[in-house]
């Protein structure tokens, strides 16, 4: 059977992950969350006290960086390995939230990042979602997927995965890091979140996962 690339682009807390995942599944195919590499490195430079405006600190830092995903059987997802140590979990604070957006604005951490991505999808069969995916890493990609969904909905969604973890959260620590998340992802320099010309747009403010999956999945049947 024919493999396509699928990418996922949006704004942050769009549910890219949760459809890639259900997508990937579905099709027999390899997902990966590119955000989650950012968050790793961003956890390896906070964790070593990397001074991120120094790019000779940065390069240094790079080469002792080494990412993979492993599937987890159990959990039946696949989770970011820094280094060897499972991070899937501590990348999702919100201590490594508030930096990730400044880190994955560093030109040298993108070109690290994207090569990665870019050998992982040499095979095609894969789901990939992120900000520049669709325009940087796979400009040829089969499917091209560029999600929204309306602010408050988005802030909701987030502050219920988070407020599982540490009760401590608010609703506002959440929204404010999401609105920065989304300026600076997409004013920065290198890569800019932008939506694909050739992009589909999928707005799932008012539609259930499995009506947004079934669609999804009509693009990709156009596509096999
Ligand atoms: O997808 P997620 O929200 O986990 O991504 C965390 C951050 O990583 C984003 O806010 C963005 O700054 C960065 N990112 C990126 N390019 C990607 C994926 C994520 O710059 N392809």
Not at 9 to 35: F, I, N, P, R
Not at 89 to 105: G, H, M, P, Q, T
Not at 167 to 178: A, G, Y
């Amino acid at each position: 059977a024919k493999k396509i690339i699928i990418t996922i682009d949006g704004w942050s807390s769009c549910g890219k992950s949760t459809l890639a995942k259900q997508l990937a599944k579905k099709l027999g195919y390899v997902y990966v969350d590119s955000g989650a590499m950012y968050r790793a490195i961003t956890l390896y430079f906070l964790r070593n006290h990397i001074d991120w405006t120094d790019t000779k600190q940065v390069e240094d830092a790079l080469k002792e960086i080494h990412l993979d995903f492993h599937f987890n059987e159990k959990a039946q997802s696949s989770e970011m390995f820094l280094n060897d140590e499972n991070v899937e979990y501590v990348i999702r604070d919100l201590v490594v939230a508030e930096k990730v957006s400044d880190v994955a604005a560093i030109r040298e951490v993108r070109t690290f990042a994207v090569a990665q991505q870019q050998k992982m999808g040499r095979k095609k069969g894969i789901v990939m979602d992120g900000r520049d995916i669709g325009t940087v890493v796979f400009p040829k990609a089969e499917l091209k997927i560029f999600m929204t969904a309306d602010n408050a909905v988005r802030v909701e969604r987030r502050f219920k995965e988070l407020y599982e973890k540490n009760p401590n959260i608010t609703i506002e620590e959440v929204k404010s890091n999401l609105e920065m998340r989304d300026y600076i992802d997409s004013h920065r320099e290198v890569s800019p979140l932008r939506q694909a010309e050739d992009a589909l747009i999928l707005d799932n403010t008012n539609i259930t996962q499995e009506q947004q999956l079934h669609k999804a999945m009509g693009w990709v049947e156009e596509r096999l």
